[in-house]
C-alpha cells in the first residue's frame, strides 16, 4: 500500500480543500502577525516625519528595524512551514 499524500483525499484522490484551509488560517495569521509589527516603525517614520521634521538618520534607524523585523519575521514562517511539514508527514 502507497503512503497517502498530504491535502489528498485517500478515497478519491482529490484535492483535500478542507484540510488546505485549515493548514492556511494559522499560516496567514502569523504572516499578518509580522507584517503588523513591522509596520508600526513604518508608520513612526511616516508620522514623525510630518510632524517632527525628522531627521534623515532617525527615518533610516526606522526603515532598518522594519526591514530586520520582516528577515526574522520571514525565518520564523520558514521555520513553522517546515515543522509544520514534518508533523503533516508523521501523521
Known sequence: MSPSKPFFDFDTGELDTVQLIQEALPLTRLIGAIVLVALIPILFR?????????????GFLYILVSQFILAVGTGLVLIYV???ANQIIDE
Open 82 to 84: 517546515i515543522v509544520r
Open 46 to 58: 511616516v508620522i514623525f516625519q510630518g510632524l517632527l521634521g525628522l531627521t534623515i538618520g532617525l
